[in-house]
């Protein structure tokens, strides 16, 4: 039983397998993996090069079947949703922050912030009001107008973390959204990931191995080898 | 999510005008050459358009279309004249003889002689003068192409003078005749006049022309003239037809109009195709990541075809805008008149195009559809 001041895990993984390839070119990339993400904090998947943790979360946010294992989100298991049901579901409780960005280079950064909210059949003008008023709370109000080529790196992530957090999903994924930045860049990223993404009813997934965010992070799972080694909790 | 398709299809300026670039020329070059081919084959039956007071033609029946004609006895006018329905019958020759202008111009010509009493089958569409002068002695109509030919670069003018077989004719009016196939002068003059415009041949009627009487059909009268004489009876549709099918049989025409529309099509369907694939390919990572954030395969199908409806539409526009502007400015020329574009090659192009630009991007939604979407984590 819990303690009643932890809260309930948003992301449960038991015994998740997934191997890739059939007969001798078969690949065994998630070795039964237990892992756990809660709300209201920064959960970092961390551990080297082709350990598994991009396809962990891939089976996490539902864009990869599972070959063995169960993954609860929110208390929903995701593989036995429908193709459609799960599409659904990731466009109304998942955020995503990628390590390329993955910006439409012919949209502005309000528009591109604001396509979760179009995917969704909110009304055009609505959904740019509410993507330009998050970029203003991400220091972006003087580049809302801007296209992906006008901006830097970590204009462009900012631009990514208002498209993840614009339509308030419950959990966001963020795959190594500092790898493609400098230190300092990194680090305000990180901050903004942590000062607006983290709320008591949101749970953050972050991939990374870059150790020098490693501060943000309120539990660390490592992983190696298609399992996770250890978890440790942070204050 | 239309909004984002669009933006999408326009954020490439270099593929997008490529791809409505293609379409366009494709769109002009298909409507271009079906018209000119409609409007040739329309050309090999215009005479029959121009008469305007028969609507049944009789014939020998060996005589297949208008350029080649059997000549007809002299009794086969009154046989057809006694058959039930007829309300007159008139007699008409054709020739091609040489037509000679005292400058020493010349061309073939087309000369038709029409029955001299009731001048059935005389142009009724004047430039110049009035077709009811031909009762005159000597005198032909001719149409202003043919006068453009023979006295070339000089103002309508009635009361010159053509040389034919050593008879010497005025020209008492000036006709806007259809074009014919060869695009030979069109003279009307009278029967007893026309026929010595040639050498002298024992018979020289060439057609009969008939007109029913009120209340009966001309396809029932032309029945009834065949059952009665054993001569070829056409009303003027089928006769039309008949000429236009008969260059399409027989001549090369059709073939190689045929291959520039094949061409066309080809080089329409690979270009948009190959450029609207690239254009997906590029883009894979973006609908990736539309893949990612919840936008279905549905939607993002429709995504594509709206792009490529959207470019097929202004392709098709502004090739159909081009080939409008020819058709204006060579329309009005004299060698192609009555070349037009046609509402039925631009409809049918239209549909052409439309599975063009389907077929495009079929390859390209495949594509999308098959995508992994956590390949988006790939970085």
């Given amino acids: ?235 | 999510m239309n909004f984002v398709a669009l933006r999408m299809l326009t954020g490439d300026r270099a593929k997008y005008l490529g791809l409505i670039f293609a379409i366009a020329f494709s769109t002009f070059l298909l409507e271009n050459q079906s018209s000119i081919f409609a409007g040739i084959m329309r050309r090999t039956g215009s005479q029959i358009l121009d008469v305007t007071d028969a609507e049944v033609w009789v014939m020998d029946p060996a005589t297949k279309y208008f350029e080649e004609t059997k000549a007809l006895k002299d009794t086969d006018l009154l046989r057809v004249r006694g058959v039930a329905g007829v309300d007159y019958a008139v007699r008409l020759f054709k020739g091609t003889p040489v037509a000679r202008t005292a400058a020493g111009n010349f061309s073939q010509a087309v000369v038709l002689g029409i029955d001299d009493a009731t001048l059935v089958g005389a142009p009724r569409t004047m430039k110049l003068g009035a077709w009811e002068r031909l009762r005159e002695p000597d005198s032909v109509v001719i149409d202003r192409a043919g006068y453009n030919l023979l006295f070339r670069g000089e103002p309508l003018e009635l009361e010159r003078t053509l040389e034919m077989n050593d008879h010497l004719v005025r020209i008492v009016g000036i006709s806007e005749a259809g074009a014919s196939f060869a695009s030979f002068p069109i003279i009307h003059a009278r029967y007893s006049e026309a026929v010595n415009f040639l050498g002298r041949e024992r018979s020289q009627m060439a057609f009969v022309l008939v007109r029913p009487e009120p209340g009966l059909g001309p396809e029932e009268l032309a029945q009834r003239i065949r059952q009665s004489t054993g001569l070829r009876a056409r009303t003027a549709d089928e006769f039309r037809w008949d000429c236009i099918d008969y260059y399409l049989a027989n001549t090369g025409i059709p073939v190689n109009f045929g291959i520039t529309i094949a061409i066309a099509l080809i080089v329409g369907l690979v270009v948009s195709g190959q450029t609207f694939y690239l254009f997906t390919v590029e883009n894979l990572k973006q609908f990736g990541a539309l893949k990612a954030i919840g936008v279905t395969n549905g939607r993002l199908t429709g995504m594509i075809l709206l792009q490529a409806l959207t470019v097929g539409f202004i392709g098709y526009a502004i090739g159909t805008g081009m080939a409008a502007l020819f058709f204006e400015y060579f329309g009005r020329q004299i060698a192609t008149r009555n070349i037009i574009l046609m509402w039925q090659n631009v409809v049918g192009v239209g549909v052409l195009m439309f599975l063009v630009v389907v077929v495009a991007s079929l390859l390209s939604i495949r594509k999308v559809l098959v995508l992994e979407p956590a390949a988006v984590f790939r970085g």
């Fill in chain 1, 1 to 235: 039983m819990q303690p009643a001041s932890t809260p309930p895990p948003a992301v449960r993984c038991r015994s998740v397998q997934k191997h890739f390839g059939e007969g001798d070119s078969r690949i065994h990339v998630l070795r039964g993996v237990d892992f756990e993400a809660r709300t209201g904090g920064l959960t970092f998947l961390v551990g080297p090069s082709g350990c598994g943790k991009t396809t962990l979360i891939s089976v996490i946010a539902g864009l990869l079947d599972t070959t063995g294992g169960d993954v609860e989100v929110f208390g929903q298991t995701t593989e036995k949703l429908s193709g459609t049901e799960r599409v659904l579901f990731r466009r109304k409780h998942l955020g995503f922050v990628f390590q390329q960005y993955n910006l439409l280079p012919s949209l502005t950064a309000a528009e591109n912030a604001a396509v979760p909210l179009l995917a969704q059949g909110v009304p055009r003008r609505e959904a740019f009001d509410r993507s330009r008023a998050l970029l203003v709370k991400l220091g972006m109000e003087s580049r809302a107008d801007a296209f992906p080529n006008k901006l830097s790196g970590g204009q462009q992530q900012r631009v990514a973390l208002a498209r993840a957090l614009v339509h308030e999903p419950r959990l966001i994924v963020c795959d190594e959204p500092t790898a493609a930045l400098d230190h300092a860049t990194g680090e305000a990223v990180m901050e903004l990931l942590a000062s607006s993404a983290v709320h008591p009813g949101r749970a953050v997934i972050v991939v990374t191995h870059d150790n020098r965010v490693f501060h943000f992070a309120n539990a660390i799972a490592h992983m190696d080898d298609g399992r996770i080694t250890h978890t440790e909790q942070r204050p």
